[in-house]
């Protein structure tokens, strides 16, 4: 069965630091990988999504994921957060041509002003 | 402005009393999905619909049913909640279910079960 693992439940940065995600998942053929984010009393959105091409995916305000099919590994990138990027960041993955979505748990992150 | 919405936004009921929680959308989707989420857990697949067609996760408990009467609501019914459905139940929609569509999330209903 698919399952989705993130590495860090909380995390806690300063405003400039750099931001890095860990998401593992475990399927052994192709798939579809998202980045879903929710901010405080806001519901989920997409961050970004990769399907196929080129593994670095750009979404939105920033934020970057890299696909990394050896490692089974899908992780989120932001070279520098705001304050305004507190939030929780959710992992997702389908297998491709298939619909079901796993998510990971969460990782709440909070930065500090 | 808003594309998915649901109603209530909190819920609580009784032990055993019948509960319903609707969610419309105004996107015009082809597929509707519910998931549970409990504290600090992944949002969990129910079920979705793909138009009419109803498709039960195989570990949703029979309590839990569903109806879409139209493209632009599904309802949720749980029939008798017990205290471990206590959760936020999420409501989402997607153009289509190839599995590169974006899903759009509702803000969710927090059921609370006393």
């Known amino acids: 069965a698919q399952s989705v693992s993130q590495h860090n439940h909380h995390v806690i940065l300063s405003e400039a630091a750099s931001l890095e995600l860990g998401c593992n998942y475990s399927y052994g053929g192709t798939v579809n990988l998202f980045w879903y984010v929710q901010y405080p009393g806001q519901h989920l959105q997409l961050l970004l999504k990769y399907f196929s091409g080129d593994p670095l995916v750009k979404g939105i305000k920033g934020f970057e994921a890299e696909f990394i099919k050896s490692k089974f590994s899908f992780n989120l990138r932001k070279p520098s957060v705001q304050w305004s990027d507190t939030a929780e960041y959710f992992c997702a993955v389908n297998a491709r041509g298939g619909f079901k979505t796993i998510f990971g748990a969460g990782t709440r992150l909070f930065v500090k002003a | ?114």
């Open chain 2, 1 to 114: 402005d808003a594309m998915v919405i649901q109603n209530p936004r909190y819920q609580v009921t009784q032990f055993g009393k019948p509960v319903t929680l609707s969610c419309s959308q105004t996107l015009n989707h082809n597929v509707m999905y519910w998931y549970q989420q409990k504290s600090s857990q992944a949002p969990k697949l129910l079920f979705h619909y793909y138009d009419k067609d109803f498709n039960n996760e195989a570990d949703t408990p029979d309590n839990f049913q569903s109806r879409r009467p139209n493209t632009s609501f599904c309802f949720l019914d749980i029939r008798s909640p017990g205290l471990g459905d206590a959760a936020m139940y999420l409501c989402a929609t997607s153009r289509e279910s190839t599995g590169t569509d974006t899903q759009y999330f509702g803000p969710g209903t927090r059921l609370t079960v006393l």
